[in-house]
């Protein structure tokens, strides 16, 4: 598996991906899908990789400094975290484990630049089994909170409990 940065010609594979109702259900009302601006932008807080097994592309990932990100999605929010989002392209490809190695390899990646502290994520409420998911990664649960449009569980991971 290798993340590797996402392109313009992955706009008609993101879009198809976000026709799926595990990929709608999963990430709720904030995903607005504006693939071709979010690839465009080259803003040095964010990134957007696609996740290949043995050459064929599997799932998206993103991370962001949610300190800095435009929109100001997370509010306040201290600096030297970062945040990450997920998800499997098709549906054949759910509960094979390959959501634990993206996720790995993205922690990888944010923690590699020393200054990061920790790493968050906003499943919504009703994405019980990103939950677990996240649970078994390590990630703690925080608070709920209103992000966007949706209620959200914002969980944290800390540098020291990456296994790396
Ligand atoms: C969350 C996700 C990235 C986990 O990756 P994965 O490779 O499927 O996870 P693993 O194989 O390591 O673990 C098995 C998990 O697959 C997920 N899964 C399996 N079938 C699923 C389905 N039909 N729909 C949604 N999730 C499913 C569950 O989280 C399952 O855990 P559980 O057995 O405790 O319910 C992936 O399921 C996904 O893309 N889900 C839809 C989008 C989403 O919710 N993204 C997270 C937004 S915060």
Known sequence: MILRPA???DVPMLRYWDT?????????ANHDGNWEAELQNDA??????????KGRPVGFIRIIDPAREETHYWGDVEADLRAVDIWIGEEADLGRGLGGIM???????CFADPHVKA????????NIRAH???????????????LGNDDCRVYRLERDGFAG
């Open 103 to 109: 996720m790995r390899l993205a922690l990888e990646k």
């Open 7 to 9: 392109t313009m010609t």
């Open 119 to 126: 790493v968050l994520l906003d499943p919504t409420v009703a």
């Open 132 to 146: 677990r998911f996240y649970e078994r990664l390590g990630f703690r649960f925080i608070e709920r909170k209103r």
């Open 20 to 28: 799926k109702a595990h990929v709608r259900e999963g990430l709720g």
């Open 44 to 53: 040095d807080w964010g990134e957007c990789m696609i996740a290949e097994e």
